[in-house]
């Protein structure tokens, strides 16, 4: 499931914003151990194998249930107790860069090459701007799903920022293979509003603006860069309306999510979609305790 734009995951909070919070750190009070997912014609089946040391996350694994010779994973790497950086299976890495208790870089990369680089910019103690860097000549030929924009967004979030880029990545006409995407975020107490993408493409001037509701219960993926207040949302998005721009063409759609939660935690998530109701996905969550 983790297939939204380059360095990404997210997910649950105890203690409300503090200035004591370190970014980076990720200790939730419930750890994921397996996530599975159903739809209308596929069975349940197993999608994320999480392992931990103690407090640490230190690996994610992701069967492939056609093949297994394809199955992926993720090995976490850890400068004290700030994640440092994230080794993925394909030979990619993540890697993050602080300031102080502020993420101000990330960039995934291979071997010499810089496939995304990350700008983060704060205000007020908050992600306001995100400036993604990508070279496309390079970038179309690496897993989607380790993208790090699914450690900055909740992953139904980044799922909509990433099917942008995977349009982006399969056109051959671009002729710029460096490309500068901008990303704006408006908040409401401890999470995103608003979240506005934008970016120069061949066809012209190009925005995605993106609205979010959320329920009160505490999401499990918010949690790999702060401490207390775990990643960008602190509770689990309801609702995300969608509205891309492109020259003069609006395209707006959404997508519902209703969670089932224990211990205020999520444990079943249904998703479905505003272009055909008849398409749902189930994802199921289990931790440790």
Same mark, same amino acid.
């Given at each position: ?12 909070? =105890? ?22 997912? $159903?739809? !209308? ?14 407090? !640490? ?13 394809? *199955? ?6 850890? *400068? ?7 080794? /993925? ?5 993540? =890697?993050?860069?602080?300031?102080? !208790? $502020? ?8 071997? *010499? ?5 990350? $700008? ?8 306001? !701007?995100?400036? =993604?860097?990508?070279?496309? *000549? ?30 982006? #990545?399969?056109?051959? #006409? ?7 995407? &901008? ?12 979240? &506005? ?38 509770? /689990? ?6 509205? /891309?721009?492109?020259?003069? /063409? ?5 997508? $519902? ?33």
């Amino acid at each position: 499931m983790r297939k939204i734009s380059v360095i990404v995951l997210t997910l649950i909070m =105890i203690i409300s914003f503090s200035s004591c919070e370190k970014e980076g750190i990720y200790n939730p009070k419930r750890k994921i151990s397996k996530i599975y997912v $159903e739809a !209308k014609t596929i069975e349940k089946y197993l999608v994320e194998e999480w392992s931990w040391d103690d407090n !640490k996350l230190v690996k994610i694994e992701f069967p492939n249930r056609v093949n297994p010779e394809d *199955d992926s994973y993720q090995l976490f790497e850890y *400068d004290g107790n700030l994640i440092s950086t994230v080794t /993925n299976s394909d030979g990619t890495k993540i =890697i993050f860069t602080y300031s102080g !208790k $502020e993420l101000t870089n990330v960039k995934y990369t291979f071997g *010499d090459e810089i496939l995304e680089d990350y $700008e983060i910019i704060h205000s007020k103690n908050k992600i306001s !701007k995100i400036i =993604i860097t990508r070279n496309y *000549d390079y970038l179309r030929n690496y897993d989607i799903k380790f993208s790090p924009l699914y450690f900055l967004f909740p992953r139904h979030i980044a799922d909509v920022m990433q099917n942008k880029r995977m349009e982006d #990545s399969s056109l051959k #006409s671009i002729s710029e293979f460096s490309k500068v995407t &901008t990303i704006t975020l408006t908040w409401d107490g401890n999470n995103p509003q608003k979240i &506005t993408e934008e970016s120069m493409e061949y066809f012209g001037q190009y925005f995605l603006y993106l609205e979010f509701n959320y329920d009160k219960n505490y999401s499990p993926f918010s949690g790999f860069f702060l401490d207390e207040f775990y990643g960008l949302s602190k509770n /689990n998005c309801t609702y995300i309306k969608s509205t /891309n721009s492109a020259n003069e /063409n609006v395209f707006e759609t959404y997508n $519902e999510y209703t969670f089932t939660s224990g211990s205020k935690f999520p444990i079943e998530c249904y998703q479905h979609y505003s272009m055909n109701n008849s398409i749902y996905i189930r994802t199921f969550y289990e931790y440790l305790d």
